[in-house]
């Protein structure tokens, strides 16, 4: 298995409303990564996850909150977004930090739209 | 954090070959410098990367300068299922280990 699942494909969501995005990978990476794309912009890193560990937090409002249960299992937990948190929020792994560099795999994203 | 800079369009003739340019003059020594495509409603996907020497593989060449501050990734033949926004990026990597997204190349190929 190559692939970086995502799920769902297409969300939306009212303002209250809580919900999730995941993203699952058997490929055996230990690091993983979330990331946000809004139209004709490129991807912006939100979060890494090395060894099941959050490494990195890029200042993301705390109404996404990321979660990593297992190596191969990636989450993120939704609440009181805004409209303007409408975006293409792409997962993607990699062997991880201490490894030799190989490339990233992403996933086809979850489309998000805020109502 | 290192920074990218590549041209914001390029275009070329479909089965002729596509040199797209990317200057990275703050990479560190120690970052792979990689390069992505993105099809519109895709996630990206990876391409190829390198650290010092030129890489080959079955989608692109990568031939990067020799003081590391370009690279110039090569498609040899284009076709139009290469039409894509390219993306070349330095992986910060260290101890941790991420791509950060420079605003990318988009490429048009006419038949």
């Known amino acids: 298995d190559t692939e970086v699942t995502q799920t769902p494909k297409h969300l939306v969501m009212g303002m209250t409303n809580k919900k999730s995005l995941k993203c699952e990978q058997h490929?055996?990476?230990?690091?993983m990564y979330w990331y946000k794309q809004k139209a004709k912009k490129p991807p912006e890193l939100m979060f890494v996850?090395?060894?099941?560990?959050?490494?990195i937090n890029e200042s993301v409002p705390s109404r996404f909150s990321p979660e990593c249960p297992n190596s191969s299992l990636l989450n993120l937990h939704l609440h009181a977004l805004q409209p303007e948190d409408s975006a293409l929020y792409l997962c993607?792994?990699?062997?991880?930090?201490?490894?030799?560099?190989?490339?990233?795999?992403f996933g086809s994203g979850t489309r998000l739209t805020v109502v | 954090d290192a920074k990218t800079t590549q041209p914001n369009s390029m275009e070329s003739n479909e089965e002729e070959p596509v040199h797209l340019p990317c200057n990275h003059s703050?990479?560190?020594?120690?970052?792979?410098i990689h390069w992505y495509r993105q099809l519109p409603s895709q996630g990206p996907e990876y391409v190829i990367h390198g650290l010092t020497s030129n890489v080959n593989n079955r989608m692109a060449s990568l031939a990067i300068a020799e003081d590391r501050k370009s690279s110039t990734l090569i498609l040899h033949r284009a076709t139009l299922r290469d039409a894509a926004v390219y993306y070349c990026m330095g992986d910060y990597g260290g101890s941790q280990g991420n791509l950060i997204f420079g605003k990318g190349t988009k490429l048009s190929v006419k038949p």
């Open positions: 703050t990479i560190s020594g120690t970052d792979y």
């Open positions: 490929m055996g990476h230990r690091a």
């Open positions: 993607a792994s990699s062997q991880g930090p201490g490894t030799t560099n190989y490339g990233y795999t």
């Open positions: 996850y090395s060894y099941e560990k959050l490494s």
